[in-house]
C-alpha cells in the first residue's frame, strides 16, 4: 500500500523559513518522480517542485525559484522542500505527490499547511 506522509508545515511569519518532508512506503521510492504541490484557499491547486528519481532533473515553478529547494534523500525515503523568503502569498496546504513511471501523479498525500503573517 503506497503512502504518503507529510510534515513540517507550522505558522511562520514573512521573511522566515520551513523545512517539509514527505515520507514514502510501499513502492520502489528511488525509481519514482516525486512532486511537491499546494492549494491555498478559493484557488486552484498549483504546482511547486518536482525531482526526479535520481535528483538529476529537477523543476521549480517560476515564483518559487531561488526561494525553495526540492531535495530527496532516497535512503529514507523520503522528499524535502526546503523554504525561505517565506511571503503572506505562500500560505497554503503543500502536498507531495509520486509519479510511479506513467506520466501521472499516482499517489497523494494528506497535505501539510503553511501559514505566513
Known amino acids: 500500500q503506497v503512502q504518503l506522509v507529510e510534515s513540517g508545515g507550522g505558522s511562520v511569519q514573512a521573511g522566515g523559513s520551513l523545512r517539509l518532508s514527505c515520507a514514502a512506503s510501499g513502492y520502489t521510492y528511488s525509481s519514482d518522480c516525486m512532486g511537491w504541490f499546494r492549494q491555498a484557499p478559493g484557488k486552484e491547486r498549483e504546482g511547486v517542485a518536482t525531482i526526479a528519481g535520481g535528483g538529476r532533473l529537477i523543476l521549480y515553478a517560476d515564483s518559487m525559484k531561488g526561494r525553495f529547494t526540492i531535495s530527496r534523500d532516497n535512503a529514507r525515503n523520503t522528499v524535502y522542500l526546503q523554504m525561505s523568503s517565506l511571503k503572506s502569498e505562500d500560505t497554503a496546504l503543500y502536498y507531495c505527490?509520486?509519479?510511479?513511471?506513467?506520466?501521472?501523479?499516482?499517489?497523494w498525500g494528506q497535505g501539510t499547511q503553511v501559514t505566513v503573517s
Open positions: 505527490a509520486t509519479d510511479l513511471g506513467g506520466g501521472s501523479w499516482d499517489y
